[in-house]
């Protein structure tokens, strides 16, 4: 973690764009020069050390001690860059001429305290160099020293590791649990096929805890697995292993399966050899490996070239975390990847009683608390053996509900939670220095919250965990810093977006407890306000408040703090910190949901500002004094109130992200359900701006011809559309390359969109809704190779839609609404071919709908809502195989009434869709039933 705050600091440094000006003050940058090449030099050190300050006071002092002199540093380089910005011209002048006669006293006062500043974070750098060097390491010696410690450190862990994992081979099949149906289906895949099927393998993968060593072992050992192999291995690979020893171990294994000596040339043969006899050996033979514990694809690249991939049957079977890894090593055999799910609540209960009780049955007056705390577990059957032991030393009900309180606590406190933590905190070890702040600073999130993918990334950018590589833009990165947490199995995916994405994430609760623990300890990463917290650092550079400010110190000193977030304050909370006047280097303001009616003034002096959220909050307007924030990257202001924007946005030049715009529905219009702002003239000067929605366009003032010089643009949203401005709009759109959503809504639902001029629209565009009347379907539809999601509302086609869209190859969702006035509807044959959903809604003329055999093999949902004349189910509807729910809503009664009839042949054709449900509106409430 010290090392990406120093490094941030360096790259910092580099681009600073006040560089010269800085170079110019006499004395000031010999000082920056000697901190930085300091800090060049620690950082080499530093990754080292962060892998063993966990077991070394020293070095957890020292780490701390390097973090508070970057940001001191950057703290210092932010209040210059806000002195030049206040005053450029006279600061400039007087630097080149460097005269005190021709400076301000103000200006002369601004540089004399830098100067000081600068002068005592070098001489603490000097200190804490030279005494780190005095009193523990020493030239040389310094690194074998420490190369030696973390060798033994590392053995320890891993042998206290292989320890644990021997433990869990030992366990009794009787006393687990939920694992039968996990160990039949890999057998099956194991076994299946027979002779000749060649190499396979089969992954299992999962986070740390979820007894995949444990269920390997189960099928390892099973009777029918045994009698089906010839030959058996069991490698533990773990972090440190060293191929050549994997290798021997696999000989030894496979010599005293035939009761055989291992030859004596194994002890002194090199890797290559190894492999060609291992290979020989199992050329004519079925085989199983299992390689338990696999971190990365260095070891299975290291192994599977041993493998031979004969007539016989070979069967690798691999736990992982990594899901990356699982998923490659099963690519090239065509095997399967398994992925090991948390237990259900009744498994989970079942585990819980028979470590817990004696008996194996709770007691009543402890099942209500017994609940919360295994609700903490999440399914994790570690988590609940480790609180089981815990609990069973528990007498009464006081005592579990302080177990329970401070569960967090207990982590950290008590040595019965070792196994547990150690084994968790194995993933975050494991994680390069860019990912670990990302995954520690997503402790700022209350427990169980929902964190949105696109949310988290702004949030990253702006704290400076992200930065641009190559032509990936920051996003792009940030977004594979996600998914590689994912992939790591460290953060839980909570749901997806059409096209795979992460939507939304979290973090399990037991691990979530962990990074907690180190942001507000050594890390010194996040101060967290809530109900259990109740120390706080002597710094506090970030500032979550879940709930309630009553636990923030009123006198608290918070002028290094950089990031203030809340979350779910109560209606009579006000946020007092931010007239104190002391947070002017603030650069993360995120105070989504928060009773706020009027912005204090004190925020548009926030210079220093990279992300501002007033999502969710009851503000109205934004002042002009809004230009001031000129480092701005983010002005999140969804489902605020705010309906227009002062011309001074425009001096925003950093800006990347402008959301503003809220959805309510309104029973008597619904096509007026987006409620954008009114942007104003010269948005070109946003440059950098990658998402913009929803601009209110009806008084037209040249916004849309303006949009197409925003080259950058991923996702832009319109609204209030007229049918003379679309040649414009379409002008504007083909200069977008870079656009991946598009968002256009008429000013009426009988205005006309008008986009037929357009001839090469964006070949990226991923999601298209269009929303207004169109005269006919765009032909450039058709050629939107990339389009994922589609949605027409209010267009009133006369002519079938579909002959433009069944071709798309990239198509997983579709939704009509008063698209299509035609009676009938056709899904040719080999169309549609990745269709996920289906939606149509209030096509009033629609009678008949036809699915050929081969039309949308993947569909899984589809919706038929208000079609009022429709006379049947659609016919062939029998074909779509994999159609996993039909929804219905306010139908024809004759069309119901066919349904219910059980022996009839509407019926019959839909006796293979799982779930088929009904919706109808009857004594001004809805109901619903299953068909």
Known sequence: M???VVTFLLNKLATLPQLEQLKLLRGVWGDVEYIRDELERMKAFLRVADAMEESDEELKVWVRQVSDVAYDTEDVLDEFSHHLAVHPQQEWFCCWLDMISFCTPSNWTNRLRIAYKMQGIKSRVINISEGHRRYRYRSDVARQECSSSITTAATNIHARNIERRG???????????????????????LVKGGCGAGLKVVSVVGMGGL????????????????????????????????????????????????????????????????????????????YLLILDDVWDLHAWEALKYTLPNCNCDGRVLLTTRNVDTASTACKESHGNVYTLKPLSQEESWTLFCKKTFPAESCPSYLEGISKCILQRCEGLPLAIVAVSGVLSTKDGIDEWESVYRSLGAELEGN??????????????????????????????????YLIRRMRLIRLWMAEGFVEAKGRKTQEEVGEGYLNELVNRSLVQVATRTRNGRVSTCRVHDLLREIIVSKSRGGQNLVAIANEENVRWPEKIRRLAVHKTLENVPQDMELGQLRSLLMFSLPSGDCIPTLSSGGLRLLK???????????IPNEVWNLFNLRYLSLSRTKVKVIPSSIGKLQNLETLDLKHSYVTELPAEILMLHQLRHLLLYRYEKQTSSPFHSTYGFKAPQGMQALSF???????????????????????????????????????NLCSSIEK???????????????????????SSPPRFLQRLWLQGRLEKMPHWISSLDNLVKLRLRWSRLRDDPLVLLQALPSLVELQLRHAYEGESLCFKSAGFLRLNILHFHKLERLRRVTVEDGAMPRLERLGIFYCKLLEKVPQGIQFLTQLKSLDLAE??????????????????????????????????????YRL
């Not at 433990?167 to 895949?189: F, P, R, T, W, Y």
């Not at 870079?738 to 809504?745: A, F, G, K, M, Q």
Request: glycine share 4%; with cysteine; charged share 30%.
């Open 689 to 727: 701006l990658q998402k913009l929605c929803f601009v209110d366009v009806e008084e037209g003032n040249g916004v849309i011809s303006e949009v197409g010089h925003l080259k950058q643009l991923r996702k832009l949203g319109i609204i209030k559309l007229r049918k003379e401005d679309g040649m």
């Open 415 to 448: 040595n019965k939670f070792d196994s547990l933590k150690e084994i968790l905190l194995l993933s975050y070890n494991d994680l390069p220095y860019y990912l670990k702040s990302c995954f520690l600073y997503m402790s700022i999130f209350p427990e169980d």
């Open 167 to 189: 433990d869990a081979l030992l366990l009794d099949e009787a006393e687990l649990v939920g694992i039968n149906q996990h160990k039949s289906l890999l057998i099956e895949c």
């Open 2 to 4: 010290a090392e990406s």
């Open 211 to 286: 007894g995949k060593t444990t269920l390997v072992k189960k099928v390892y050992d099973d009777i029918e697995v045994r009698k089906h192999f010839e030959s058996h291995m069991w490698i533990t690979v773990s972090q440190s292993f060293k191929t050549e020893e994997l290798l021997k171990d696999m000989i030894r294994q496979l010599y005293d399966g035939i009761r055989q000596p291992v030859p004596n040339s194994v002890d002194m043969g090199s890797s290559q050899m190894l492999k060609a006899s291992i290979k020989d050996f199992l050329q004519q033979r079925r």
């Open 736 to 758: 977008l390359s870079n656009l991946r959503s598009l968002d256009v809504t008429s000013i009426q639902d009988d205005e006309m969109i008008d986009l037929q001029c357009m």
């Open 588 to 598: 993360v303001l995120d105070l989504q949901g928060a009773p706020l009616e009027i």
């Open 891 to 928: 139908m024809p009664n004759e069309f119901i009434g066919k349904l219910q009839d059980r022996s009839g042949e509407d019926y019959s054709v839909i006796e293979h869709i799982p779930d088929v449900r009904y919706t109808y509106w009857v004594n001004n409430q809805w109901k619903q």
